[in-house]
C-alpha cells in the first residue's frame, strides 16, 4: 500500500482518510489533492506512484499532463489580459485577428470563444497529430474555416481548438504567446509549478498518463459527427502525452503540467477576489466576470446539457454544487478545479489513471464533497 504525503488542516482529516482509500483500493494509481480557503492552504496531498509499472513514486513535484483543466489557465489569462485593459470579450475576434473573419466568422466575439460557441469545435481539414505542434498551421487553418454550425446560437464544446482560438487572440495583442504571458504574469509570480509548453529539464519529474480501460481515444460511446471529428481529426491519444514533442509544444486548450498544487496555487485568484500568494494579480471584478453566463444548452459536442461562462463552467440544474457563485472545469481522465467564490474555496485533482470521462469524476467529487461536507458541518 503507497503511502499518502503533505498535510491537512484538521478539519479536513476524513478527506485525507478518503484520498488514502482510493489509492489502496486501486482507484487511483498516483494523484494529488488541494486546497485553499481564502487564499491559504488547507489541503495538500499526493501519493501513489507515477507510472503503470509502480516503479517512481509520486513525489511532491511530480506533475502530469491535466489535459482540459488546462483551459482554466488559459481563461484565466485571457481574465487577466481583460482586467489590464487590453482585451474586450464583446469585442470581434477580427478586430484582433483580421484573419479569423473569413468564411462568415467577422461576428465572431471573444467571449464566443471563451464559452465554446463559435462553432469550431474542430477541425474542417485532415489534421495529422503532429500538426498540433505547429502552432502557425493550427491558427492560419481555424482562421480559415466556416464553423460548424452558426456562431453564438448554441454552445459545442472546443476541446482542442480553443486554446489556439484563444491564445492567438492573446498572442496578437500582446506579441507573446498564451504560455509565455500566463508563465510571466501568472505562474511566475506566484511561484506556480504549471507550465503550457514544459522545458525538458521536467521530463524526469512527469507522471505517466495511464490511458482508460477501453482505449485511449476520447470518444467513449457512439460519438456524434461533431464528437467523432473533435476526437479523431487528429486522434487524441493519452500516450501521446509522454512525448517530449506533445511537452514542448503550447496547446493551451490541452497539454498543461502540473498537480493539484500548483492547479489550486494559480486558481486561487477566481476563488479569492484576484489574490492569491498574498499578490493581488486581478480585480475582484474581473475574477466575477467569469460568472457571466454566456450560453446554455445541450452541447452540441458533448451532448449534454451545459451552462458556459467566461470560459469555465457554471452550476446548473445538471451539475448542482452548494454554493451559486462557483466555476469549474476538469479533464480528459478525470481532473479536476473547482473555484466557489462564495466560500473563497478553491479545490484542484491531478492523478494519472485516466477514466473515460472528459469533464472530472467522481474520484475528484468525492473529494469535494468531503471538503464541502466539513465547511457545512
Not at 482554466?72 to 479569423?100: C, I, N, S
Request: a negative charge; hydrophobic letters at 45%; proline letters at 6%.
Amino acid at each position: 500500500m503507497s503511502e499518502v504525503h503533505g498535510t491537512v488542516d484538521p478539519r479536513f482529516e476524513r478527506v485525507r482518510e478518503a484520498f488514502a482509500a482510493a489509492l489502496a483500493r486501486g482507484d487511483d494509481i498516483g494523484a494529488s489533492f488541494a486546497a485553499t480557503i481564502d487564499g491559504e492552504p488547507v489541503i495538500d496531498l499526493w501519493g501513489g506512484w507515477a507510472d503503470e509499472a509502480r516503479t517512481r513514486p509520486w513525489e511532491r513535484d511530480t506533475i502530469v499532463n491535466v489535459y482540459s483543466t488546462t483551459k482554466t489557465m488559459t481563461a484565466l489569462t485571457a481574465l487577466w489580459l481583460a482586467d489590464q485593459g487590453g482585451l474586450r470579450f464583446e469585442e470581434r475576434v477580427a478586430h484582433y485577428w483580421p484573419e479569423f473573419a473569413a468564411a462568415g466568422k467577422q461576428d465572431v466575439t471573444v467571449a464566443q470563444l471563451m464559452s465554446h460557441a463559435a462553432g469550431l469545435s474542430g477541425f474542417a481539414d485532415k489534421m495529422a497529430p503532429a500538426d498540433l505542434y505547429d502552432w502557425e498551421l493550427v491558427a492560419d487553418r481555424l482562421a480559415a474555416q466556416a464553423p460548424f454550425w452558426e456562431p453564438g446560437t448554441a454552445p459545442g464544446y472546443h476541446a482542442v481548438t480553443q486554446g489556439y482560438l484563444v491564445g492567438e487572440v492573446v498572442r496578437r495583442i500582446t506579441g507573446k504567446s498564451l504560455g509565455t504571458v500566463f508563465a510571466d504574469e501568472l505562474a511566475g509570480p506566484l511561484g506556480a509549478d504549471f507550465h503550457i509548453g514544459l522545458d525538458e529539464t521536467h521530463d524526469g519529474r512527469v507522471a505517466d498518463l495511464v490511458p482508460p480501460v477501453g482505449g485511449a481515444s476520447i470518444a467513449a460511446g457512439p460519438p456524434s459527427d461533431l464528437m467523432q471529428n473533435m476526437a479523431s481529426n487528429p486522434r487524441i491519444d493519452p500516450l501521446d502525452t509522454r512525448t517530449r514533442a506533445w511537452r514542448a509544444a503550447e496547446i493551451p486548450a490541452a497539454n498543461g503540467q502540473g498537480n493539484a498544487r500548483s492547479v489550486a496555487a494559480v486558481q486561487t485568484l477566481m476563488a479569492n477576489g484576484g489574490v492569491a500568494g498574498g499578490k493581488r494579480l486581478l480585480s475582484e471584478a474581473g475574477v466575477r466576470r467569469a460568472l457571466e453566463l454566456q450560453i446554455e444548452g445541450d452541447d452540441l459536442v458533448l451532448g449534454m446539457p451545459v451552462r458556459y461562462g467566461l470560459g469555465y463552467g457554471l452550476p446548473g440544474p445538471t451539475r448542482p454544487l452548494p454554493n451559486p457563485n462557483t466555476i469549474y472545469w476538469g479533464g480528459y481522465g478525470g481532473s479536476l478545479v473547482v473555484c466557489d467564490m462564495d466560500a473563497r474555496l478553491c479545490m484542484a485533482y491531478a492523478m494519472n489513471k485516466m477514466a473515460a470521462t472528459t469533464m472530472g469524476d467522481l474520484r475528484a467529487g468525492m473529494l469535494m464533497a468531503g471538503v464541502w461536507g466539513a465547511l457545512m458541518a
